[in-house]
């Protein structure tokens, strides 16, 4: 069906005739430029009967012209059929570690080695496309914590956040507990059922004014599930003038505080040691208990008003360029 979305504009439809009963008419100057003989049989000609049917015929257009646009004015939109909008009412919160010792080359994407952070975009931009129905905030954490994107429906924004982010962005240390309180501040208004906290780290909290586990606790005081991930390989062989040897390059990863965190919350603590094992923790997150909710219903619309303003505005030029046409003729006659 057609919906005007401004309806009250068609009170202004009478306005020219208003205009014209106010207004006094301009002056006619009939001095003439060019003085000629038999000015009668000009004149004539000028007042004969196809001149005031010209006259008669642009008024009209003039008057549809002046229609369409008070249509246009009034914006005209197609509303379509009703659609459900599925809505599992899950409010959850990103919080990715921007810390320096997420440059470390420990993972394999696509056959080429990338940092940390490069592989934490790729494997939680794919998780973001499929949260259809949650609402998703981004926390960017290092030396501080920063929110970067408020709980939103737009999918797209928060993942275009996430790949923008880059390492040393909030410092180069490591702020976990201030992550967490970040999150319970943003999260504290929403329905507690669904309070859910992913934080996704590589080393221990070496920055920040709370205690990871002190946050923690008021995280479950507000009913917040925390599910963390310690992301970076278990071994790595560096090699180096004086040979080749193999490193632990998680050695400053704080497993322990992880999955104390993920415990008094009721999370659960995930171990990414490379790409897939992180693919696989995001396919059981998508898993999560979803909140029922009331179904959400949508109703396409599609904007009209172009059409009535294009046909509006053809017609007004037109009118003009006859207008102008006529006088030209009238004074060559």
């Not at 970076?232 to 180096?240: C, L, Q």
Request: glycine share 8%; with cysteine.
């Amino acid at each position: 069906m057609i919906h005007f979305d401004w309806p009250w504009i068609a009170v202004l439809l009478p306005l020219p005739l208003i205009i014209r009963f106010l207004m006094q008419p301009a002056e006619v100057v009939n001095e003439a430029a060019l003085r000629v003989p038999f000015l009668e049989e000009f004149s004539a000609e000028i007042n004969s009967g196809h001149h005031v049917d010209v006259k008669r015929r642009l008024l009209w257009l003039a008057i549809i012209a002046w229609c369409c646009l008070i249509i246009a004015g009034m914006r005209p939109q197609w509303l379509g059929d009703f659609i459900d909008i599925p809505i599992s009412g899950r409010d959850l919160m990103l919080a990715v570690d921007l810390s320096g010792s997420m440059e470390e080359e420990d993972f394999i994407l696509k056959g080429e080695r990338v940092n940390r952070l490069t592989a934490t975009k790729y494997v939680a931009g794919e998780f973001i496309e499929r949260r259809l129905g949650d609402r998703l905030g981004l926390i960017l954490f290092g030396e501080q914590a920063y929110l970067q994107t408020p709980l939103t429906f737009d999918r797209l924004t928060v993942k275009t956040l996430l790949y923008e982010s880059a390492i040393g962005l909030a410092g180069k240390s490591t702020a976990i507990g201030d992550a967490i309180g970040l999150a319970v501040k943003r999260l504290r208004d929403q329905d507690e059922k669904s309070r859910v906290l992913i934080l996704l780290t590589d080393g221990a909290n070496t920055a920040g004014e709370v205690e990871p586990l002190a946050a923690a606790d008021l995280a479950a005081r507000e009913n917040m599930k925390i599910y963390t991930i310690g992301i970076g390989a278990d071994e790595m062989i560096v090699r180096s003038i004086f040979g080749s040897r193999r490193v632990n390059p998680s050695a400053d990863l704080d497993e322990k505080t992880l999955s104390a965190i993920a415990e008094k919350t009721g999370g659960r603590y995930f171990r990414a040691r490379d790409t897939e094992q992180l693919e696989q923790i995001y396919a059981l997150l998508d898993e999560l208990e979803p909140v029922e909710k009331d179904v959400q219903r949508f109703r396409p619309q599609t904007a009209l008003f172009y059409w009535p303003l294009a046909m509006g505005l053809i017609l007004m030029f037109a009118v003009i360029l006859s207008r102008n046409s006529s006088g030209i003729k009238a004074r060559v006659g």
